[in-house]
């Protein structure tokens, strides 16, 4: 079986933090490149953040720049998105996902690009 689980959602403050977690079982994710993404009731998924397999490429959509970060541990097969100064604009379910990429070292955060996906992960910012 091949899974991702999100983990570390909650309710947050305005202008607090959260770290989620993507964690990988039944596969091991050295060779993947793993987006974040988000999507909010009665829209459409989109993208938000993404790793290169090396961890050495990381990108953002413009609206979290500064704010988050992602990282990746694939000695724990996990990979984390740290969210600071939180907005309530940020409310979704984050989604992590999953591209198999053996040979390529950058990412990107278009929803077609990615196979695998988790349940996703409820993060609320409100006051």
């Known amino acids: 079986q091949l899974q991702l689980v999100e983990s570390g959602g909650g309710l947050v403050q305005p202008g607090g933090s959260l770290r989620l977690a993507c964690a990988a079982s039944?596969?091991?994710?050295?060779?993947?490149?793993i987006g974040w993404f988000l999507q909010a009731p009665g829209k459409e998924r989109e993208g938000v953040s993404c790793?290169?397999?090396?961890?050495?490429?990381?990108n953002y959509v413009d609206s979290v720049k500064g704010r988050f970060t992602i990282s990746r541990d694939n000695a724990k097969n996990t990979v984390y998105l740290q969210m600071n100064s939180l907005k309530p604009e940020d409310s979704a379910i984050y989604y992590c996902?999953?591209?198999?990429?053996?040979?390529?070292?950058?990412?990107?955060?278009?929803?077609?690009?990615?196979?695998?996906w988790g349940q996703g992960a409820q993060v609320t910012v409100s006051s």
């Open positions: 039944g596969f091991t994710l050295d060779y993947y490149a």
């Open positions: 790793i290169g397999r090396s961890g050495q490429v990381t």
């Open positions: 996902a999953a591209r198999n990429f053996p040979t390529f070292y950058g990412c990107f955060t278009s929803v077609r690009g990615y196979d695998y």
